[in-house]
């Protein structure tokens, strides 16, 4: 059964930093490609970085140069480092498990972790 555990959110000022963890289990770690998506009140969810089982790292626009999006293999963990944060960032993020090998379906979520960025 496949899961995934997020971890790391919660209230941080206006330039603060927070870094979030999703541990996964139930599926071969190292040959799905991994991501960060999120969901403000009243918007659609939004990718915010994925990952590649090469290492090949994306990021929407809105987050370049603030975020870093990592993985550990042996620890089954996604990590998503966070910084300078704004109040725009303020959603639920969601850790997401590729369908399959190069593909950008996604077959699982995870429960979701509040990131609110407020002074």
């Known amino acids: 059964q496949v899961q995934l555990v997020e971890s790391g959110g919660g209230l941080v000022q206006p330039g603060g930093s927070l870094r979030l963890s999703c541990v996964a289990s139930?599926?071969?770690?190292?040959?799905?490609?991994m991501g960060w998506h999120r969901q403000a009140p009243g918007k659609q969810r939004e990718i915010v970085a994925a990952i590649t089982t090469g290492g090949t790292r994306n990021y929407a626009d809105s987050v370049k140069g603030r975020f870093t999006i990592s993985r550990d293999v042996a620890k089954k963990t996604v990590y998503l480092q966070m910084n300078s944060l704004k109040p725009e960032d303020t959603a639920v993020y969601y850790c997401?498990?590729?369908?399959?090998?190069?593909?950008?379906?996604?077959?699982?979520w995870g429960q979701g972790t509040q990131v609110t960025v407020s002074s």
């Open positions: 139930g599926f071969i770690f190292g040959i799905y490609d």
């Open positions: 997401a498990k590729a369908k399959a090998r190069s593909s950008e379906a996604i077959d699982a």
